[in-house]
């Protein structure tokens, strides 16, 4: 089964609100003769409410039919979603700190915010989240979860997760969230910009960063869009105006029922005056990179003749805006309009763009706590949280076996550096702090350090 992820984040909107004059108006649906689709809605409302044995909520049939209505589409970019004035893309809003992607019916966490409620609860990645309050997410959309969650400041959210084989709660507060879409540093005189995602401030706390980079006279420069699940058209084309040069276009974007062909098609440019950095750069992507961060890839590797590093991305071609619903108050309809495209039409369609050198990342990055309640793990065990122990431990440079299996050497680490013979929750939680600290140094970061080999 493919298991790629759809991200639940807005992606490459190109515009908040756009209108459609006589959207629905006066089309019938085919195969219903005369019958317009309005009469078969209100004929199936008025049957429902006056058989059915249960008490019919109106607004409850009007949202399923509409979301039925969506859903038949079979486009998971296409969802409604409620607005609120707490939702943001990047820098500031009020949250508990967590994305989720949707695999195979799964709601998988996919980032997780150093500092908010989540994180300071224990919640990690890869974590399933199955329950909300009392109602199980089983056969639910970004939607739904939308509106189960609650996002205004000082609200309490209970939330169901599942670690491997182990179901946990937690009961967070939505709070106000510092999410800073950029965040740089130098590296020894390699210029570092990690691009977290394309919010509307991206754009030009991008070219502050450059700007003070390039002043403190860099070498080199690393652009991470990793695990970036896009954002804001008009954040990256204004970041990309930085290095693309040349006199082709980098960038089209196809709006497929757009019936003049004069304005179907949207490209865009280098600026005349943009000249090549006199130093290379480097762009870190993975599985996860998506959307816009894949038209960020894609221009700087074509156009810029730069090298991309680490693991093929996701491959969304497709872009979407938001509509706001007449009809529903508070309401929009986040639809996709057409495809895009890279330098001589290249497409990442059903394959992404892979990178110039594949790196992967080291195989104890982004490990979960090991929750234990009575458990003891002693010599000659085979389990998964054992696994998850000896992934740390070798990050911690311990020479250990990483394939779940409690040997006399991983006996010996921990007689040796913990004063234990077995794993319990104590030992658990003590090694789970020693990681989290060491596994955000540079050294643990594969991809990160080819680059800087390579610009050094």
Known sequence: MNKKALTGILTLIMVITCSFTGFFIGKTFSGLESHGRYDVLDELSEVLNQYHYSDVDENDLLMGAANGMVSSLNDPYTFLFEYSANQSIGEEYIGIGISFSLIDGEFVVKDVIEGSPADLSGVRINDVLIKIGDTSLENKNFTDLGLLIKVNLGEENTLTFLRGSREYSVTLVSSVINAPSIKYRNIDGIGYIKIVEFSEKTANLFNQALKALENENITGLIID???????????????????????????????????????????????????????????????????????????????????????????????????????????????????????????????????????????????????????????????????????????????????????????????????????????????????KVEVKKDIHDALLQEALLELK
Request: some cysteine; glycine content about 6%; hydrophobic content about 35%.
């Open 225 to 435: 869009v990793r695990d970036n699940p896009g954002g804001y058209l008009g954040s990256v084309v204004n970041i990309l105006t930085n290095f693309m040069t040349g006199n082709s276009p980098y960038l089209r974007i196809e709006n497929v029922k757009e019936s003049d062909q004069e304005l179907k098609n949207t490209y865009y440019y280098p600026l005349r005056d943009t000249v090549k950095k006199s130093y290379d750069i480097k762009v870190l992507i993975n599985e996860n990179s998506a959307s816009a961060a894949e038209v960020f890839a894609v221009a700087m590797h074509y156009n810029g003749g730069y090298d991309l590093i680490g693991k093929t991305t996701y491959g969304k071609s497709v872009y979407q805006v938001d509509y706001e619903m007449q009809t529903l108050k508070n309401y929009y309809l986040h639809i996709t309009l057409g495809n895009w495209y890279g330098p001589d039409n290249y497409s990442v369609k059903d394959q992404g763009i892979a990178p110039t050198k594949v790196v992967s990342k080291n195989s104890y990055m982004n490990l979960a706590q090991v929750i234990l309640t009575d458990e003891k793990y002693e010599l000659d065990v085979v389990s998964d949280d054992v696994k998850q122990i000896q992934l740390m431990l070798k990050c911690l440079g311990y020479d250990v076996r990483t394939d779940g299996y409690f040997d006399v050497d991983t006996l010996l680490v921990l007689n040796n550096k913990f004063s234990k013979s077995y794993i319990d929750a104590a030992l658990a939680d003590e090694i789970y702090e020693l990681y």
